[in-house]
């Protein structure tokens, strides 16, 4: 069966590039001289049609047109035009190829709903080649998919919390971070915990001795600058994974040549600090995916750590700029506390980046748990309420100088702690990890006010979310303030 697919004319090497992928070869791509396919309706597509016969004609010897799900209208409305059969695909392009098979094997579509509403889900595996493996996880040549890296920051306090944490966040392979002057000890000790954990382990080199002692603890592979490789070459083996980083490709294609066959090279060119360079280096990373052949490592530190946003929406784009430039794996370290839990934001990113990829489609319109503090819809209406509310503005508190609480929270040990005091002396203090339950406790123990207790629920949820977000909780201060507000929760 041969296929006709209308696509737009910047959309379709993209079309054709998922066909071919996808193992499917007789078929014709008619361009439609628009910038978005999906903005048309089926009328207008078959009135551009009627208007171009040349593209008409490239219609002539097909057996079914096959338009985007995500146009609207009857594609009975194209069919009168081509006098050809014309049918909805599936709205995510990705999915296109498996439904073109289904057809060709007597699967039937609509001309009004999208293939996926007709035949499910049609999600396409991704499918890759093997570089190597470190430890028993293969390292594709290129991706995705993308591996997740997790660094421990060489001066983080308790090493072995932060890589089970890593561990547990989704992280594939654990990085031990090192410096000049940690003990050749500290790092063995690294080291060998890390590979208690399960997973494969790199540790960084600073120098030969650093990489002797790590190769002595049983690492799986050693992180260096390209400067340090002359050095370190006696090392290697054909067991030891070698990532190298640096600026200079030039640089990164000798240290290719020369250690091929010699180590399972990743390479990294190196993302830069924005704003001194950052798309500079992404250009720099589309060309080590053209032109060198080992699996490249994208670094997002540089970037995560040196901009004043939240984490988890700086992931969120560089894990598709990683899935762009084809990376096959992705390296999370926290330096800084507004990274901590990077590795389970750059997991999310990167399972929102490769099902994008894999449909050929953007993300808008997936469940994603990196919207935390938005939401893609607006929330609905509020249902009609029998009785009318009456408007109420501020109301200044009835303030007791002889009784009132101070609230904490301890990020460390994720509790809250409210103490009640009368005149000027604690009465009790509780601690817990629920607003809800603490208020509840203290209203119960204590004969407070129920202006007092509103108060009390009212803080402690505040203090919850504080430890829920990262943040400082400092009673009677907001916990969010936006950008578009001038001064926070004033007058609440």
């Known amino acids: 069966m041969r296929f006709g697919i209308i696509t737009s004319r910047p959309a379709e090497p993209v079309v054709r590039e998922v066909l071919q992928e996808g193992g499917l070869k007789d078929f014709v791509i008619v361009a439609l001289p628009v910038p978005a396919i999906s903005l048309l309706t089926t009328t207008a597509i078959a009135s551009v049609l009627s208007s171009r016969r040349d593209l ?4 002539s010897d097909v057996d079914m047109v096959v338009l985007p799900g995500t146009v609207r209208g009857d594609a009975s409305e194209v069919a009168k035009v081509t006098g050809k059969p014309a049918f909805k695909g599936p709205r995510s392009l990705g ?7 289904y057809v060709s094997q007597g699967a039937r579509l609509d001309t009004v709903k999208a293939a996926d509403e007709v ?9 890759y080649e093997e570089a190597f493996r470190i430890g028993q996880v293969p390292v594709p040549r290129r991706g995705p998919p993308v591996l997740l890296f997790s660094e421990v920051d060489p001066r983080a306090q308790d090493f072995t919390a932060t890589a089970r944490r890593y561990v547990g966040e989704g992280a594939q392979v654990i990085v031990v971070g090192a410096e000049d002057g940690m003990s050749l000890g500290e790092l063995r000790r690294r080291v060998r915990e890390a590979k208690g954990l399960g997973l494969p382990v790199i540790a960084e080199a600073p120098s030969r001795a650093y990489a002797e002692e790590a190769i002595a603890a049983g690492a799986d592979g050693l992180s260096v600058a390209d400067y340090q490789v002359p050095e370190l070459e006696d090392l290697l083996s054909k067991d030891l994974a070698l990532l190298v980083g640096g600026d200079s490709l030039d640089r990164l294609r000798d240290v290719e040549r020369e250690l091929a066959g010699k180590a399972k090279l990743i390479v990294d060119p190196s993302l830069a600090v924005p704003p001194l360079g950052l798309s500079q280096s992404v250009e720099r990373y589309l060309r080590a995916s053209r032109e060198l052949s080992s699996p490249l490592l994208f670094s997002a ?3 995560t750590e040196e901009v004043e946003a939240d984490t988890a929406g700086v992931h969120a784009v560089l894990a598709l700029m990683a899935v762009e430039v084809r990376a096959s794996a992705y390296l999370v370290v926290e330096e800084t506390y507004k990274s901590v839990h990077g590795t389970s934001e750059a997991r999310e990113a990167i399972r929102l980046a490769e099902s994008a990829y894999a449909a050929r489609a953007s993300e808008r319109g997936m469940f994603s748990r990196l919207l935390v503090l938005k939401q893609d819809y607006p929330p609905p209406p509020q249902p009609q309420e029998e009785v009318s509310a009456e408007p109420v503005g501020y109301v200044e508190p009835q303030v007791s100088a002889s009784e009132y609480v101070r609230i904490s929270a301890d990020p460390a040990r994720g509790v809250m702690r409210v103490t009640l005091y009368r005149d000027g002396r604690a009465v009790g203090s509780l601690e817990g990890s629920h607003a809800l339950s603490l208020a509840r406790a203290l209203v119960r123990r204590f004969n407070v006010s129920a202006e007092h207790a509103a108060y009390i629920g009212y803080e402690l949820s505040k ?3 504080s430890l829920k977000l990262g943040r400082t909780y400092v009673q009677d201060e907001p916990i969010i303030v936006t950008p578009w507000e001038k001064n926070g929760n004033s007058h609440c």
């Open 119 to 127: 035949l499910g889900s049609l999600a396409p595996s991704i499918s």
């Open 95 to 101: 999915e296109l190829p498996v439904t073109l098979k």
């Open 56 to 59: 008409l004609s490239g219609l």
């Open 463 to 465: 203090a919850e979310l």
């Open 301 to 303: 530190a540089n970037v």
